[in-house]
């Protein structure tokens, strides 16, 4: 069985199971998350070479790949990146996208490398990595208005009523970028936590939305080290978990000014960091 064969260019597929209660059992149709391989190409000075494989949900590959290399500091503004653009064979896309590079930009592949087996590894390393956000996003992020907490503990439910798949698999994360008034500007599902927020990234860069320290990043799960990491490169200045954040996540934080607030429920929620820019 080739499981990594001819893209189904769908978020969802049905599947025969075996369901059973307490009342009994019976063999239905239930849609299933679809999960498949995306391989990101860099094009840069005339030379295309693979950079990573991620298994992601299909759908807007383009933001994807976008908000991949700006969130990794591939490139530092979208007027670096000349085109996204999938690859096809025989004009059938097989699960291919390519990112061209200006030619000005400076990319080092083995660099990438490094910091991503570093990354996956443990996670920020000592004040070097801080440092290098630091060069990247200029320092401690200032917002201009402070988030009251109503609007706060509204974000879950304007992500979950705007999931559709996962309205019908229960499998798919989301990641919704709002505005300071808590309208939504893109909410985006995938299998992947990291894929949803770079495709939500991806599109603000793609439709020229300029992303201040004002707007708030939404996300369905957890709040890692490397969410935050995202949304400080982004320049947002808030991010918003219905799960818990790591310790990682909020030292992070810390250091930038982001505001982190996990276990954000209608009811209540916990504000982690910039407690001071929370008002009733």
Excluded: W
Aim: charged fraction near 20%; proline fraction near 4%.
């Amino acid at each position: 069985m080739d499981l990594f064969g001819q893209p189904t260019r769908s978020a969802s597929l049905e599947r025969r199971v075996r369901r059973v209660t307490n009342t009994g059992a019976e063999t239905i149709d239930d849609c299933v998350a679809v999960e498949e391989p995306l391989e990101i190409l860099i094009e840069h000075s005339g030379r295309t070479e693979p950079l990573t494989v991620t298994m992601r949900t299909p759908g807007h590959e383009d933001e994807l790949a976008t908000g991949f290399v700006l969130a990794e500091g591939i490139v530092t503004s979208p007027a670096e990146l000349l085109s996204v653009s999938e690859v096809t064979a025989e004009g059938e896309f097989h699960n291919q996208i390519v990112a061209r590079l200006a030619d000005d930009v400076a990319f080092d592949r083995d660099a990438f490398r490094r910091n991503v087996l570093t990354t996956s590894a443990c996670g920020i390393c000592g004040r070097a990595s801080i440092e290098q956000l630091v060069t990247r996003c200029g320092g401690r992020i200032h917002r201009t208005v402070p988030v009251a907490l109503p609007l706060i503990r509204s974000l879950p439910k304007a992500l979950v009523t705007r999931q559709s798949t996962f309205a019908t698999t229960g499998g798919l994360h989301a990641a919704g970028i709002f505005d300071p008034l808590g309208v939504p500007i893109v909410i985006r599902e995938d299998i992947g936590r990291h894929n949803a927020v770079d495709k939500v990234i991806g599109f603000c860069a793609l439709n020229h939305v300029n992303l201040t320290p004002d707007h708030l990043l939404v996300v369905s799960g957890r709040a890692s080290y490397e969410l935050v990491q995202k949304a400080i490169v982004s320049g947002l200045g808030a991010l918003v978990a219905v799960g818990a954040p790591s310790t990682l996540a909020v030292d992070l934080a810390f250091e930038f000014g982001l505001m982190l607030i996990g276990f954000t429920r209608a009811d209540r929620c916990n504000v982690y960091t910039c407690q001071g820019d929370v008002t009733e």
